[in-house]
């Protein structure tokens, strides 16, 4: 955004940060035993727009 506005384009310019999936709340399992990583959350996702 800063170099956006050095060169006067924030008008004329939209930005879009998007993730393809959200991380879930907890850590991942299998097998009855708990994992260092998250699984995915299809449900959710981030989107920031400027």
């Known amino acids: 955004m800063r170099a956006l506005r050095q060169r006067g384009m924030p008008d004329d310019t939209l930005v879009i940060f998007n993730t393809?999936?959200?991380?879930?709340p907890y850590s991942e399992s299998?097998?009855?035993k708990v994992?260092?990583?998250r699984d995915h959350n299809p449900?959710?996702?981030?989107?920031w727009l400027a």
């Open 20 to 24: 393809e999936f959200g991380r879930t």
């Open 30 to 32: 299998g097998d009855g």
């Open 35 to 37: 994992g260092a990583g």
């Open 43 to 47: 449900d959710a996702f981030s989107v």
